[in-house]
């Protein structure tokens, strides 16, 4: 008998998990507390999976979705599952009313890990007996394309699940990166974030256009990031490795940083301008084709990731 | 008859630019002030046209290397030249001395680019007759790889010689993005600064490893980075666009940012853990080779580009 997952909130973010355990061989049980929504999710997913058996990283629709589910209530979602992936909308007092309901249905052996990007669980299990069960497992979307989750555990998780949800993780082919506490953002948004503010830093004062900086990123540092990560990047930048660089570059790198360190609120006037600059690459009405044009982008880097490793 | 660049300073960056050049049909010629240098830089040319040959980026080793010539003194390298490439050691004083040469040596109608990676060019060519024809021209290396080009003017740089030397780069292959002024760090190193910054203090602060900071990058947000930039990931990753994110998601990051705004110099103590964690992931021995692998999987991201534009 295969395992089984369980999905509670079946948006975009959770019907992309659905895809990662169902192409790993789980069995999927969806739930939304929305009516109607799983089953929307559900042909998303059948539509999704077409996708990947194009780029050859599936090889049977139907098999994969024959694994999947949806539940007519939480409990049942619940019901022998080994791990339940929590994607609800990210607000505390949603998630904590979730969590409630989850902690009345939930049986003793299953893990929890919640999609939440920037608000550590300790927001909304404190209040939960299954509390040392749960830590936030936060993917990038989509998560059966991109392999990164984060797993941050509240204060009181037990390192046990975390280990456990970690060799989930890796058994489904994603990338675990660990926190070893909480922090609002965790990694990727806080990295994400520096960059993004001084990004715009550089388009509020005029020195350079939104299309300029994203030129910098995707011909310059992206093609090296892509592949490596910072560190690996600055390690091979100098004859010395890493600390050769961080003594050559530091003080470079440190001048400029305190030289952005003032913080500034995307202004209205600001957010028009990077507003307009955009339309005039990319109008509107073409966002959702430019969309699809970057997971196929996405698809082609998950094939040459499958095939090199 | 073949135009003429003269490359000015023949090290690592230089001898980059001597590919780029040759590889688009110019005559290169190389000059280094150290005695030998221009010489072991041509085998070092020879050597990375074989690596670009055996990833189908150079159709003939032989016919580009005919187009590079080592130039006696910096009078001849320069005569006849539509442009000159300075990549001289980054130090003010010794990019100062060698513009009071290069400017006694130029023909009225060559235009200067300097591979400064963050010192702005003002500070060393105020004293020069030649001044309004020097810019910026910062490459990341190896420039015939990774084809983004800084351009920076001085306060003093001509509008027209910007134009020429953007047109000049974008006829060799290299995407030139422009700053309207001078600014420490340029665009890539403030933008590679602040993320350093930030990857430093999580590691510092032991919140996750620096194998995990790498892969948040590498697995994550270095993916959508290598082919869209920051401004188009998020400009996809909101319904509505580019505005849309900036207002549901611009609270969030500034309520990082301003978590991680106080600056701190990299103690010796922090570079010894994060060169420990690095050498036990690579030894200290194996840099060299793994900075081959870097190149060739930078060669294969070049052929695929070179295949889809």
Redesign the interface.
């Known amino acids: 008998m295969t395992e089984k997952i369980a999905i509670i909130g079946s948006g975009l973010v959770g019907s992309g998990w659905a895809i990662v355990f169902a192409r790993a061989g789980f069995t999927v049980d969806l739930y939304d507390s929305a009516d109607g929504t799983a089953a929307v999710a559900r042909d998303l997913i059948a539509q999704r999976l077409s996708d990947l058996k194009a780029f050859g990283l599936v090889s049977s629709v139907e098999e994969v979705l024959d694994r999947v589910s949806m539940a007519p209530d939480l409990r049942s979602a619940l019901s022998g599952a080994i791990y339940a992936q929590e994607s609800a909308y990210e607000q505390v007092d949603v998630k904590r009313d979730l969590f409630s309901q989850i902690d009345a249905a939930i049986e003793p052996a299953t893990l929890v890990g919640s999609s939440s990007s920037?608000i550590p669980s300790s927001a909304f299990t404190g209040h939960v007996g299954c509390r040392d069960r749960v830590l936030i497992a936060h993917p990038?979307?989509p998560p059966y394309l991109?392999?990164?989750v984060?797993l941050v555990p509240a204060p009181w998780t037990r390192p046990d699940a975390i280990k456990a949800v970690r060799a989930l993780m890796e058994r489904v082919g994603q990338?675990p990166?660990?926190?070893?506490?909480e922090?609002?953002?965790f990694?990727?948004?806080?990295?994400?974030?520096?960059?993004?503010?001084?990004?715009w830093r550089?388009v509020e004062?005029?020195?350079?256009t939104?299309?300029?900086?994203?030129?910098?990123?995707?011909?310059?540092?992206?093609?090296?990031?892509?592949?490596?990560?910072?560190?690996?990047t600055?390690?091979?930048?100098a004859p010395?490795?890493?600390?050769d660089y961080?003594?050559r570059f530091?003080p470079?790198?440190?001048?400029?940083?305190?030289?952005?360190?003032?913080?500034?609120?995307?202004s209205e006037d600001l957010?028009?301008r990077?507003?307009q600059q955009?339309?005039e690459?990319?109008p509107?009405e073409d966002?959702g084709k430019?969309?699809a044009w970057?997971d196929r982008?996405?698809m082609e880097?998950a094939k040459r990731r499958a095939e090199q490793f």
């Open positions: 920037g990038v979307n991109a392999p990164i984060e990338s990166v660990e926190m070893t506490r922090v609002e953002g990694l990727l948004n806080r990295l994400q974030a520096v960059l993004l503010m001084e990004a550089l004062a005029g020195l350079a939104v299309e300029d900086v994203d030129l910098t990123i995707k011909h310059g540092l992206g093609l090296r990031w892509s592949f490596m990560g910072p560190f690996e600055i390690d091979l930048n010395g490795g890493v600390a961080a003594r530091g470079l790198y440190q001048s400029i940083a305190a030289s952005c360190s003032e913080q500034r609120v995307w957010i028009a990077v507003e955009r339309r690459k990319l509107a966002l430019r969309s970057r982008k996405l880097l």
